[in-house]
């Protein structure tokens, strides 16, 4: 019996993207079947309370209209909530560029391929931070 479940489990296609948004890594495994969305094993609107972030990490599905159509699985680590939307997001567009090619070139020219590259600037010594400076004392 396993083992025909297990023949079964491989004949359904599996596509994989990865995000990064600042400190946030998203692995995003996508396949078709019920519209299903899960990240770290929690459905995406009980992790991404916040509507900024639930937008974010599901709008490349509104935008190809799949919604209702793929299982998403999303694996994060790193970084606060705010950034893994944003890892999701990257992740779940890559996905869907290998799943469908034909998507990429309006992925791209609405921006959900490109890696946004600002991170954190880091401390400097003689400073309080990367810009605060410890506090001046002219006597």
């Known amino acids: 019996m396993s083992s025909a479940s297990s023949s079964l489990a491989g004949r359904v296609k599996q596509f ?3 995000g990064r948004r600042r400190e946030s890594i998203a692995r995003v495994y996508i396949k078709p079947g019920p519209a ?3 990240v770290n ?3 995406v609107d009980n992790y991404f309370t916040n509507v900024a972030w639930h937008t974010a ?10 919604l209702d159509q793929l299982e998403v ?3 994060v ?5 705010g950034g893994q939307s ?3 997001r ?5 996905a869907l560029s290998v799943l469908n090619p034909e998507l990429r070139p309006a992925l791209r020219k609405n921006g959900f391929l490109t890696r946004d590259s600002r991170m954190k600037e880091r401390k400097k010594y003689g400073q309080k931070g990367a810009r605060r400076r410890f506090q001046f004392s002219k006597r």
Do not use: C, D, N
């Open 90 to 94: 990257m992740g779940l567009s890559r």
């Open 77 to 81: 680590k790193g970084g606060g909530v």
């Open 73 to 75: 699985k999303a694996i």
């Open 36 to 38: 299903k969305f899960t």
């Open 57 to 66: 990490a599901v709008e490349p599905l509104k935008f190809t209209q799949m």
């Open 41 to 43: 094993g929690r459905p």
């Open 16 to 18: 994989y993207g990865t």
């Open 86 to 88: 944003g890892a999701v």
